[in-house]
């Protein structure tokens, strides 16, 4: 989870009981990961619970939900359809990831 997004949303951190160093989510060097915060999630009408992240500085997104939550909940992941399905308290949960277009690269002319 993002440090920038815990600390907008004002929620509690915790000192990592097993801190580690962790690479490739923000430019540059490695960083430390040695926060920990539990943080309320809801998916459409049934999905709702608790997640605990590591808080790290990063400059992607706020929250990426990966191997160990979609282990929790069972997710299974259809490629082509660029979906996650499972099932939660007897509903079944869809989530539909938006893929969004890319920035034109497109050159102005000289001419123009």
């Known amino acids: 989870m993002s440090k920038v997004f815990v600390d907008h949303l004002k929620?509690?951190?915790?000192?990592?009981?097993?801190?580690?160093?962790?690479?490739?989510?923000?430019?540059?060097?490695?960083?430390?990961?040695?926060?920990?915060?539990?943080?309320?999630?809801?998916?459409?009408?049934?999905?709702?619970?608790?997640?605990?992240c590591d808080v790290v500085d990063m400059d992607t997104c706020h929250i990426l939900l990966g191997r160990p939550w979609q282990d929790d909940v069972d997710a299974t992941h259809r490629g082509?359809?660029?979906?996650?399905?499972?099932?939660?308290?007897?509903?079944?949960?869809?989530?539909r990831l938006i893929q969004l277009a890319p920035k034109s690269t497109k050159k102005k002319s000289l001419n123009s």
Do not use: R
């Open 80 to 95: 082509k359809m660029n979906i996650y399905m499972f099932n939660w308290k007897g509903k079944k949960v869809v989530i």
């Open 11 to 52: 929620l509690e951190m915790e000192l990592h009981p097993h801190p580690y160093t962790i690479g490739q989510i923000k430019k540059g060097s490695s960083i430390n990961a040695t926060d920990l915060c539990h943080i309320p999630i809801s998916i459409g009408k049934y999905y709702q619970d608790f997640i605990s």
